[in-house]
């Protein structure tokens, strides 16, 4: 490829800006977000050389938009490498968590909740926003992970839209309030003491 640096651009700008050449600043910004395009392409697809050869043209990998959209699109390899160089898996209300959640993104889910990812994050956005997707394998990872399964409950209320989600749900929270239950009988119960 063949392109110049994000900072040869800028100066560029600059200098027309300087010059009160409108149209060549126009041109320079959209090449300048012509690279920026084919960096998300790059991210999408998950190609990491793609985005390695981005970020030495200058383009700043920290910034949360480029892991929201490796979330989005599931690509693990991506989000760990971005994370190495900068970016914080809680920007913005933790929305790569959201946008990875809400996609069916099994294996992006469980990578940025393992890089410290907020499963509860706007009131169990995560959980919500996969549930409202009806991403049955999301869902119960989050839950078990430690989401409100009352707010996939809440959502799915008498099971119409989302059967099998509803039906797994259901067994969920009567597993949980029988370990309760069964928790709390424990506790009051005296224990036996063989002599």
Not at 48 to 63: R, V
Not at 67 to 81: F, R, S, T
């Amino acid at each position: 490829m063949d392109d110049r640096t994000v900072v040869e651009i800028e100066k560029d700008i600059d200098f027309h800006q300087e010059q009160g050449n409108i149209g060549e600043v126009m041109n320079l910004v959209d090449e300048l977000g012509n690279m920026g395009d084919r960096l998300t392409v790059a991210i999408t697809n998950g190609d990491l050389n793609g985005t390695l050869y981005f970020e030495s043209l200058g383009f700043e990998l920290s910034q949360p938009f480029y892991l929201k959209i490796a979330a989005k699109y599931g690509q693990c390899e991506i989000i760990n490498y971005l994370i190495q160089c900068g970016s914080d898996v809680h920007a913005n209300g933790d929305e790569a968590l959201c946008f990875a959640a809400e996609h069916g993104h099994l294996e992006a889910v469980q990578c940025l909740v393992e890089l410290g990812a907020d499963i509860h994050a706007q009131e169990d956005k995560p959980v919500k926003l996969a549930t409202h997707a009806n991403k049955i394998g999301v869902v119960q990872y989050l839950v078990e992970a430690g989401a409100s399964i009352d707010a996939v409950l809440e959502i799915i209320g008498d099971g119409n839209f989302y059967p099998e989600l509803h039906k797994w749900a259901q067994a969920y929270k009567s597993k949980q309030t029988l370990e309760a239950e069964l928790a709390q009988k424990e506790e009051r119960t005296p224990h036996k003491t063989k002599i």
